[in-house]
């Protein structure tokens, strides 16, 4: 079944390490989306990407990093540099042009301890 | 600027219709999108509007969209409890193509 997978569900971090968060798809989407969610802030945007090798910052990128050097995946590293990294981390794709619906993973949740 | 607005919290009884609302900012838009998030999970498309039409009907899901205010609203019919969740506005902008801004998120409390 085609979809969209982050893993892991759950991931601790010790303070100051990096980690990266993995988000697959396989509905051969152009456009994929990391988010991150905090208690009443809704979804933020991190970094978003509308092809291969092409990425963009969102409004939070500050301590984040991404690649993009395959169609299907779209991973997100929390770097020692992200202050507050704890919260619930998002991954989307939108096929591209006109098209529609953007496809949800489960998330990830992300706990420093 | 870039900015979904929604207000946080609404509260009804079961059987009745609930309106949840939303305001966006940049009139580049070209969709606009309601979202439902259960505990825990991620989110699931309830329906979408694209920014050249006033009114979608799905079932118990009508959507309203004034553009000349840049309001859009979500209105179920005959709330259930299963409908109790986080409901969130998004727009698809043109003028940065494919950027997806989600508002904060209405959490829908259904009494039974």
């Known amino acids: 079944d085609g979809g969209i997978t982050q893993s892991p569900k759950y991931l601790f971090r010790k303070e100051g390490q990096n980690v990266t968060l993995s988000c697959e798809q396989n509905?051969?989407?152009?456009?994929m989306y990391w988010y991150r969610q905090d208690p009443g802030q809704g979804l933020r945007l991190i970094y978003y990407?509308?092809?291969?090798?092409?990425?963009q910052k969102g409004d939070i990128a500050e301590g984040y990093s991404v690649s993009r050097e395959k169609k299907e995946s779209f991973p997100l590293t929390v770097t020692s540099a992200q202050k507050n990294p704890t919260a619930f981390y998002l991954c989307?794709?939108?096929?591209?042009?006109?098209?529609?619906?953007?496809?949800f993973g489960q998330g990830t949740r992300l706990t420093v301890v | 600027g870039e900015d979904v607005e929604q207000s946080l919290f609404l509260s009804v009884r079961e059987g009745d219709s609930s309106v949840i609302n939303c305001t966006y900012t940049d009139s580049s838009s070209t969709y606009l999108y309601w979202y439902k998030q259960e505990p825990g999970a991620g989110l699931q498309l309830l329906t979408y509007i694209f920014s050249n039409m006033d009114m979608k009907q799905d079932q118990r899901l009508t959507v309203l969209l004034n553009k000349k205010d840049k309001h859009l609203s979500l209105r179920i019919a005959d709330t259930q409890t299963g409908d109790s969740a986080i409901y969130f506005c998004?727009?698809?902008?043109?003028?940065?193509?494919?950027?997806?801004?989600f508002g904060q998120g209405t959490t829908l409390q259904v009494k039974p």
């Open positions: 509905l051969n989407h152009d456009a």
């Open positions: 990407s509308q092809i291969v090798n092409d990425f």
């Open positions: 998004a727009e698809r902008l043109t003028s940065n193509t494919g950027k997806l801004i």
């Open positions: 989307a794709s939108i096929l591209g042009g006109s098209n529609t619906e953007a496809f």
